[in-house]
């Protein structure tokens, strides 16, 4: 089992918060950011085991954040989050394998509780 540290890029503050409840009930520590630069400090700061993203952001494209975590060596699991197309969902995970991140999951917006939940503990576990 991993540490139970998430970081969490979402440009919904309400979404974010909603991820952020969701695993605060199951026993993580979370970070919850809206912007890449305060998504990149964290990652050096805070020191997460799990990371979930949104895949479509007016700022940066979660594709981007994807490239950012295989060029900085990330070997945890990633949560990728689209409201959009599902090809999006798909072209974030096979870019991720591709560039060798190790674990990518991805979760389509709207998203039950229960379905984050079994996200995060199938991410915690390994």
């Known amino acids: 089992m991993i540490e139970k540290r998430l970081l969490v890029i979402d440009d919904e503050p309400g979404f ?3 991820v952020q409840q969701v695993a605060e009930g199951e026993g993580f520590e ?3 950011t809206t912007r890449a630069d305060e998504f990149k400090q964290a990652l050096a700061s805070f020191r ?16 981007e954040l994807l490239q950012y975590l295989a060029d900085a ?5 990633v949560l990728v989050i689209s409201g959009y197309n599902p090809d999006y969902l798909r072209l974030a995970k096979a870019l991720g ?28 576990e390994g």
Request: glycine content about 10%.
């Open 16 to 18: 974010g918060t909603f």
């Open 30 to 32: 979370v970070c919850v």
């Open 48 to 63: 997460p085991a799990i990371v979930a993203l949104d895949v479509v952001m007016p700022d940066v494209e979660g594709i």
């Open 73 to 77: 060596n990330w070997t945890g699991p």
């Open 97 to 124: 394998g591709s560039r060798g991140l190790p674990s990518v999951t991805t979760l389509t917006k709207p998203i039950h509780a229960r379905d984050l939940r079994a996200a995060l503990n199938a991410a915690a």
